[in-house]
């Protein structure tokens, strides 16, 4: 032991040859474990630091090595004398090691995902381990150890609520037959989370732990506090990047150590270390949150399908529009579906109803009409008719524009110019409250011109609407009516959302303004009305996924109205639309997921998409397009010298968003309808393209995104 740091040093003492998987940088070629010597055995799992280069950086214990054969060293893979391989430097033992599972999951991402093991393994670990001795490390497991035992006081706890007959046949059945992943299939209101409650009730009476995952972090506090409630006699440690580093480790401590028998977090928390998990719950399983989309591009929800498989553990997936491949894979009979097909209380779903905002009356083509006005209008005369209603009988009203800021874009008349922004291929969005220009990309903030930048026109002008401008056209036409605005720019402190939250839920606001933040896991019980202003843009999207979304979005939208059974019967859902008659809308109206997912799945057959073919996107950054091209291009004559068959890839071609903070970004497509024959490409392909990008100095990175969520 060090006498400073309480770390055990291994320098200078023969003995035991270790396989680290080390942090390694970005870009090398640095993918599988290395070897190290140390004086004495240690447990796979363990985390040390060793040394890597000329820097000492964090590790964990993989495996034993062979003691009798060669080692593989930091040299680009090359072998080296067991008498020349390097010791680790110091070993951070006050915590158990990470258990074979865990290490068994790590690897199979790693793998999968086409990413670094020892990459992964760190990063997807508390940060401060990395930073922290071993006396630190014990002080910080003593605390939270002490923190866990001085948790738990005398505030009762909420009895379950009973369940209906729906319910209980869901979970029973769930119990059944937990070899198969189970799709929970509730509409909005029918009392999924409850279900919930009851399966991680009978898990941790058997002394098991419970992992829940949430797509978005505004859904954490909510659902947080139901299983508080529920279960006070129980730890409860959440995971997410809204924590502090310090409370992060605090959180997967209680949960390494057994303590926390609840974890609750964000798809990152689907790493979390559980030595007694025994059910892992993925809400809103359809969310493409749970896809991440830097670093390692892991699926939290494919994850956590593997991970309870391979524990032999039941996994509930729920949501009320599933997403097309689990869908497809209840077809196939791979999961099981359990149907919740009516709300708590047989309270009705809302009546949606269109609005053709083609038969409107055009600017100025209304007599007495000010020029203008009809096409600037926030809404069409029967919606606003039908949101005065609401105020007059003190119900609330919902409505759902997925575009934060003023405008989204400022526009010279006179030359044309527009607000874009010079870093990134997107327009800055205009703020009228503190009056810039923002980019929602890159951050780049500026003042609004006093005059055009191109011309010196002063008459510049505001295109299009967002939640700011729409609040403020609201409370021109209704005055008096109390009007509250929530998206990313009014719920950036600390507890605000909860807090603008909690004054809808008291009462104190009559009209909810705001994106999709809003659309899903809240329970208005005043709401009766919701409207989606604009959603048509989606409906002709280049991604093929954009129509999954938007039907997503306003079924979770729509369910927000009527949940409380007295007021359900008048509870509407409007639509202001250009396509009224469009197929995805009609599904919409009849509440029929099935039919959108029939059409969905035929499309998607005819096509040749997923869920029926696999992909993954080469991507290229560069500071010049020309050399991400050039690079992708070279990768893909690597990959056509290869002849693999069975995986087809397409030509590189930039992105919609082609630019983003000064860097251009290229992109390739590879498509195969067999999932074995794209990852074997995969993996004799890119360990070659670090030597690729050695040759073309201009790329900055370039990355893999395994089952890609956006194309």
């Not at 295109?463 to 729409?470: A, C, D, H, N, W």
């Not at 989606?538 to 954009?546: P, Q, V, W």
Request: net charge positive.
């Amino acid at each position: 032991m060090s006498e400073a740091s309480g770390e055990t040093a291994c320098e200078g003492l023969a003995g035991a040859r270790l396989r680290v998987a080390v942090e390694a940088p970005r870009h090398t070629s640095i993918a599988a474990p290395l070897d190290y010597t140390c004086g004495h055995a240690l447990l796979p799992g363990t985390l040390v630091r060793v040394p890597l280069g000329a820097r000492e950086v964090a590790g964990v214990v993989w495996e034993p090595a062979d003691s009798a054969g060669p080692g593989q060293d930091e040299s680009a893979g090359e072998l080296v004398a067991p008498a020349d391989l390097r010791a680790v430097r110091a070993v951070l033992d006050a915590m158990p090691a990470l258990d074979p599972r865990w290490r068994a999951m790590v690897d199979f991402a790693a793998s999968y995902y086409q990413r670094g093991l020892g990459e992964l393994a760190l990063a997807v670990l508390p940060p401060q381990l990395r930073q922290i001795d071993n006396g630190q490390l014990a002080r910080r497991v003593k605390a939270a150890t002490s923190a866990a035992t001085a948790a738990f006081g005398e505030a009762p706890a909420r009895p379950p609520l009973a369940l209906n007959a729906n319910q209980v046949a869901a979970l029973e059945a769930f119990f059944a037959d937990t070899r198969r992943p189970a799709l929970l299939h509730g509409v909005t209101g029918s009392g999924k989370t409850e279900v919930y409650l009851h399966a991680a009730a009978r898990a941790l009476a058997q002394g098991g732990q419970v992992l829940v995952l949430v797509p978005e972090i505004n859904l954490t506090p909510q659902l947080e506090a139901r299983f508080a409630e529920r279960f006070p006699q129980h730890l409860l440690a959440s995971l997410h990047s809204a924590l502090t580093p310090a409370q992060r480790l605090r959180h997967w401590l209680l949960a390494h150590l057994g303590r926390a028998q609840l974890v609750l977090g964000t798809r990152l928390a689907v790493f979390a270390s559980m030595p007694r998990l025994a059910l892992i719950v993925v809400d809103e399983e359809h969310d493409a949150s749970f896809k991440q989309q830097e670093g390692a591009r892991y699926s939290a929800r494919d994850l956590a399908v593997w991970r309870a498989q391979q524990l032999g553990i039941p996994v509930l997936l729920g949501s009320a529009t599933p997403s097309l491949e689990t869908w497809r894979r209840v077809q196939q009979g791979r999961y099981r579906r359990l149907v919740l097909g009516s709300r708590i209380g047989e309270g009705e779903l809302p009546r949606v109803r269109m609005v053709d905002m083609r038969q409107l009356p055009r600017a100025g083509s209304a007599q007495g009409a000010a020029p203008g006005a009809a096409d600037d209008a926030p809404l069409a005369p029967a919606l606003l008719g039908a949101v005065r209603e609401r105020l007059e009988r003190g119900e609330q009203s919902l409505l759902l524009l997925n575009r934060r800021g003023y405008a989204p874009v400022l526009h010279c008349p006179a030359c044309g110019w527009k607000s874009d922004c010079p870093h990134c291929s997107a327009w800055r969005v205009f703020h009228k409250l503190d009056r810039t220009l923002r980019c929602h990309h890159c951050g780049l903030a500026e003042r609004v011109p006093r005059a055009c930048p191109e011309c010196g026109n002063l008459d510049i002008s505001p295109i299009g609407r967002g939640t700011e401008k729409l609040v403020e056209q609201l409370g021109a036409v209704l005055p008096g009516a109390r009007i509250a605005r929530i998206d990313a720019d009014t719920t950036r402190g600390a507890g605000e959302l909860v807090r603008q939250l909690a004054a809808v839920h008291d009462g104190e606001v009559d009209i909810l303004v705001g994106t999709q933040i809003l659309a899903k896991g809240h329970d208005f019980r005043r709401v009766t009305l919701v409207a989606a202003v604009n959603p048509d843009g989606a409906l002709f999207s280049a991604d093929f996924r954009a129509p999954e979304r938007l039907f997503s979005l306003l079924m979770q939208a729509a369910g927000r109205a009527g949940r409380d059974a007295a007021r359900a019967s008048r509870s509407e859902m409007w639509i202001q639309t250009t396509v009224p008659a469009h197929p995805l809308y009609a599904a919409l109206a009849a509440h029929d997921y099935e039919a959108f997912a029939r059409a969905q799945l035929e499309e998607r057959a005819a096509a040749g998409l997923p869920p029926f073919t696999h992909l993954a996107l080469v991507r290229a950054e560069a500071r010049e397009a020309a050399a991400a091209m050039a690079f992708l291009q070279a990768a893909a004559a690597q990959l056509a010298a290869m002849a693999v068959p069975q995986v087809r890839a397409y030509p590189p071609v930039p992105p919609a968003m082609a630019r983003l903070a000064d860097v251009e970004r290229v992109q390739m497509l590879l498509e195969s309808t067999s999932r074995p024959a794209l990852h074997k490409a995969l993996s004799q392909w890119l360990p070659g393209l670090n030597a690729l990008r050695a040759a073309h100095r201009g790329v900055i990175r370039w990355a893999v995104d395994v089952d890609p969520q956006a194309i």
